[in-house]
């Protein structure tokens, strides 16, 4: 079983509408959890960091975590074309694992006009 | 967020030679790390630099073929050595501010080995 799994997509959503992007990982002990974007040919950028269990916005971006289930999952509203792009998840075990990152293997999410 | 500069953006190098890729924080930084991106694939880790001392290697990554130097907390070099074709990769380097755990990257340098 893979530490990070994601569905690879791609994923289609028209513009304006949700695109919903989940993630699970199977180390019960993960601490901390990211979504980064990656754009064809770039290095990933942070867009979202999350720690505890719930939901947590950040402009049209909310992260969900639900530990218990080991789901982490993120949603971005009124999708734009500039959000097409490949999603990463990324997992750390904390500072027992020297706060390393645990990636799944990306969502391509595209946004059609 | 850090600003990470990362050098060479990208190269060309032949089988049998060896690359050195720079990577250069604007402030000092608690942790850094370097991936590799293979074509079509996510990241993995290579190894964790410290400064003052080896580098701790992941699974499946050796120092004779990925020797890393760390001399200072903002300083850190790569070198993949004896380079094949399977070499072609990103490689990105990563800082960790050791806060709250958010880890930013360098825009990378893009390998191909002929």
């Known amino acids: 079983q893979k530490e990070v799994e994601q569905n690879s997509g791609p994923l289609s959503v028209p513009e304006g509408a949700i695109a919903s992007l989940n993630c699970t990982y199977s180390d019960r002990v993960s601490q901390s959890f990211f979504w980064y974007r990656q754009y064809s040919g770039k290095s990933p950028e942070l867009i979202m960091s999350i720690y505890s269990n719930g939901d947590k916005e950040d402009g049209r971006f909310t992260a969900q975590l639900n530990k218990a289930s080991q789901y982490v999952s993120l949603l971005i509203r009124d999708s734009q074309p500039s959000d097409s792009a490949t999603y990463l998840c990324a997992v750390n075990i904390g500072p027992g694992g020297g706060n390393k990152l645990t990636f799944g293997t990306g969502t391509q999410l595209k946004v059609e006009l | ?114």
Request: charged share 15%.
């Open chain 2, 1 to 114: 967020s850090a600003v990470i500069s990362q050098k060479p953006s990208r190269d060309i190098c032949q089988r049998g030679t060896s690359l050195t890729i720079q990577c250069q924080v604007d402030s000092q930084v608690t942790m850094m790390f370097w991936y590799r991106q293979q074509p079509g694939q996510s990241l993995t880790l290579i190894a964790t630099a410290n400064q003052g001392s080896e580098a701790t290697y992941e699974s499946g990554f050796v120092i004779d073929k990925f020797p890393i130097s760390r001399p200072n907390l903002t300083f850190s070099t790569l070198t993949v050595s004896n380079m094949s074709p399977e070499d072609s990769s990103i490689y990105l380097c990563s800082v960790d501010r050791g806060l709250d755990t958010e880890a930013f990257f360098g825009q990378g340098t893009r390998l191909t080995v002929v």
